[in-house]
């Protein structure tokens, strides 16, 4: 069977802005005598590899032999060829295996003296009579004059084509084709050169450039000043300053020219409006590939710019090439080297556009608002790969941001060069927005910059939602002087590499050790900004901190995973006012043996659980929230408060932490209650395990050192390596109502420093077996109320206080004198829970929603109220079952669950957390649980297989609940 070899021509018409070329009988144009050009089909070989030949009469050479060949807007003269045909005009043809097509090259020109049009009246001697469908037609000659325009038309209204021709303005100082206050003009299939302007037209209407090869001229190729409908497409131009330019306009389109090698601009509109820029290809343009100047409403797609201004080493090398302005700005050559530029222009729409290579920023919007920009790829240009200044109200969507920086040249730079660059500007930034406002960034891969992956200043408003961000040089984020923005569901993962690499300057270099995680990797990093929502995120994987806020306020942070990062989790310095809410951060501190080279390893100099590693370490800050959070297996402390007052650590799991669950130095008035303080200190660092004291590091559930004026309630300790709860030199702390429960070391111990410390309420349970439960060594302190397990609690007279007092270790001798002979009924207890079933179908309306409590020693279920029991604060249990005295079961009904998963509107698969809250025993005894399941599209794999679990929760993330007070107002 034959096998065809179809020749197409794919003409675009997009809303009816492109105009098809009039049919014509000839091919194309020449650059030189009896060259032929051909643009425009694409041929497709038969699929036995066979090909078929396309010929040029006269020379009967094959397609494939001639540059830049293809084929144009011709008609079809017959729709199969069983034998060498020629014809002179086709737009598609079908051509048996075996066949060959030839086609008539044009005629050798006519030498034509310039041509001056004053009138419709002057072109009668022109063949045509003017009309759509009968133009005029000046085609077939060459020009060639230095002195003269060489064709020249005004005051014009009837219908002409310029085709054809050969025009060479022998470097003179004019205009090879020069248009005034005409209509109807076509200027196609032309060659054009060596001019001072190659095509001129100016207050004129319908007026079409297609199809021309243009080039070397002294300022611009296509220049159209004041023209409405028009259409410039399929052009080639080069070696001239700017390539097409557009002023002054409105309507029409630009598409699928070739502008390239011009030592200016390669097409700039200039207070356009309403044009389609489509299927371009813009490359190695000595300034910007694309430059809107005050353009509104115009459309940019499937363009291909690339390659545009001072690339590679050299500019970065070449001193003439750099200009840096105090501020940390970089020039290059004075020329913005951009693949498209923007200033001021609003409401364009930027779509599906390769914006790649170019020495300066890939897109670049200053002052230009309510622009969508959308599935454009910005990569491996020099500077950000995008760069809003202040510009508004912009919707960045779905764009590939990648791999943008001069990262080998900027490797080699000084340090003196560094400290006058703005970092977060400058080193090659994905995404880089200052000042701007309301902005919308979303879906978006921002990876594998040399700089930050995102980088905002002074900008505010903004909505950054769903992006991934990894591999870049520096922060994943940065934010800095940035305000009330949200920053929700966005994985943010193994960024820092490039920022490390710093670490090798001189060893006399000042380098602040927290600076180094905002400098050198942190997944997110803000300084100064306010009032901003951290919601879903995944940071992780960074060479430095996961999150880091610095000089920051009144930030909520919540529903993260912050995980496996090589600093702290959150590292958060002079920030005081934000709330750090159902967060997991978990495995952080990987890279933490790599800081400690660099340091005196004793005693006094170091604090482990402060560098490269605690779950959250906060510094100088007041009134700051934690609550809720899940902090495990951090290769530091859980939870590290230097220098912290007034604040809040409530209702957190802190469990397998290398150090401390929770450390405090020079923190006062702190509140921390309902927390689950288990299994810390396991895992420190065998290495460096001989440098410490036992009394002071390596695995509290709680060490304080020095502090004051704290309340530490309803808490429960359970399972540390060391201690309970570890008072070094701090005074007046309220230490009631908490459980302490199989310490290897005492439950609680006051160094001979702490002072009136009052220890009232707690329960002690197998802590330092075989000797006392409790130490103390300070002055003035209390032991009040407490039960001690290991207690003759005797009660000969019934007052619910043992009839001898308790006494513990230590220099002072003291004694619990009011020991209480029966646990204290604890207000709060944090029990273990599991769900059945563990993953449920979206949607489904299956099997109800089982939750099964176990209380520990000391614990009874008696009774079960279910009015006083809630999931995530909204729904009440329809049934429950007491299997024995510390074990019970609740369930609740399907439906309801659904609505609550449902109300937090996110996509399947994901996690969420279940807390149990309320309380039991006729009201006596508060309880607390948690445990998470997985929500699951109907037939798709799970991921309970894929995560690692650790500790209580491990690396899972937690979506937000409501309160209980939520559902009582």
Known sequence: MKKLLIINLFLLIVAGMLTPTAADNRISSY?????????????????????????????????????????????????????????????????????DLVVNAPPDPKKKKPINIDSSRDLRKFPGSGTETDPYIIEGFLFQNSR??????????????????????????????????????????????????????????????????????????????????????????????????????????????????????????????????????????????????????????????????????????????????????????????????????????????????????????????NTTIDGNNLNSNGLNGLF??????????????????????????????????????????????????????????????????????????????????????????????SDNNDILNNQITNNGDSGL?????????????????????????????????????????????????????????????????????????????????????????????????????????LKLAGFGGSGFFMDPSVSNTLTDNFVTDNAGSGIYFLEIDESEISNNTISSNSFDGILFQNSNSNNITQNVIEYNGYDALASYSSLLSTDSFGGSGFFMDPSFFNVVTNNNFTNNAAYGFFSEASTNTEFSDNRLLDHPLYGVVLDGTSTDTFITGNNFQNNNVGGPQASDAGLDNVFATNFWADHDNNDTNFDGISDEPYLLDGATENTDFLASNIPNGLNFYNATMESSPRVLNAGSEGTPITLKVYLDDGFRALSIDLDNLWINGTINPYTSHIIDIQTFTVTFDRLAINDLVNALKRNPPFFVVFELTGRINDGLLEITAHDFVEINQVGKNTLLGLLPIAGTIGLIPILTHKKREEKDN
Do not use: C
Request: charged share 10%; glycine share 10%.
């Open 31 to 99: 650059s030189e005598p009896r060259r032929v050009q051909v643009d425009g089909i694409s041929v497709v070989n038969g699929n036995t590899g066979t090909s078929n030949n396309i010929y040029l009469n006269e020379w009967r050479q094959s397609v494939n032999s001639l540059p830049d060949l293809s084929i144009y807007d011709y008609k079809i003269t017959r729709s199969a060829f069983t034998a060498p045909t020629v014809v002179d005009f086709i737009q598609s043809a079908t051509v048996f295996e075996n066949s």
């Open 148 to 369: 003269k325009n060489l064709i020249q038309i005004q005051f014009t209204d009837v219908y002409i084509v310029i085709r054809n021709n050969v025009l060479d303005g022998l470097n003179g100082g004019n205009v090879n084709i020069l248009i005034n206050s005409a209509q109807h003009i076509t200027i196609e299939f032309n060659t054009l050169t060596s001019n001072n302007y190659g095509v001129m037209v100016s207050n004129s209407v319908d007026i079409n450039v297609n199809s021309n090869s243009i080039s070397n001229f002294v300022n611009d190729g296509v220049y159209l000043d004041n023209v409405n409908s028009l259409s410039v497409s399929s052009n080639k131009i080069s070696q001239t300053t700017n390539g097409i330019v557009i002023s002054n306009s409105f309507g029409g389109n630009v598409s699928y020219n070739t502008v390239f090698s011009n030592s200016g601009v390669g097409i700039t509109l200039a207070y356009t409006d309403d044009v389609l820029l489509a299927g371009n290809k813009i490359y190695s343009n000595i300034q910007d590939g694309l430059f809107f100047l005050d353009s509104d409403l115009n459309t940019v797609i499937n363009n291909n710019i690339y390659s545009n201004g001072l690339v590679g080493a050299t500019a970065l090398n070449s001193l003439n090439a750099l200009s840096i302005s105090s501020s940390g700005t970089l020039t290059i050559n004075g020329f913005g080297g951009s693949g498209f530029f923007m200033d001021p222009s609003m409401d364009n729409l930027v779509l599906n556009n390769n914006i790649t290579d170019n020495a300066g920023m890939g897109l670049y919007l200053q002052a230009s608002h």
């Open 388 to 481: 809003l200044e202040d510009s508004h109200d912009n919707v960045v969507n779905d764009n590939d941001i990648t791999a943008n920086g001069f990262s080998s040249g900027l490797s080699t730079l000084s340090l003196n060069f560094w400290q006058f660059i703005s970092y977060s500007a400058f080193g090659g930034s994905g995404f880089f927005m200052d000042p701007s406002v309301g902005n919308v960034v979303s879906n978006n891969d921002i990876s594998g910059n040399f700089g930050n992956g995102l980088a905002l200043q002074h900008s505010t408003d903004t909505d950054i939602i769903s992006n991934t961000v990894n591999n870049n040089g520096l922060s994943g984020m940065i934010f800095e002087d």
């Open 501 to 605: 690499r710093l670490a090798t300057m001189s060893a006399d270099t000042p380098f602040d050790m927290k600076l180094m995680s905002a400098f050198g990797g942190s997944g997110f990093f803000m300084d100064p900004s306010f009032n901003n929502v951290v919601d879903g995120n995944v940071l992780s994987g960074n060479t430095g901190s996961g999150l880091f806020l610095l000089d920051s306020e009144n930030s909520v942070v919540s529903n993260n995973q912050i995980k496996s990062n090589g600093g702290d989790g959150v590292l958060v310095t002079n920030s005081s006012h934000n709330d750090f809410l159902s967060n997991v951060v978990s495995h952080n501190g990987v890279e933490t043996p790599l800081l400690f080279s660099s340091f005196d390893l004793n005693e006094n100099s």
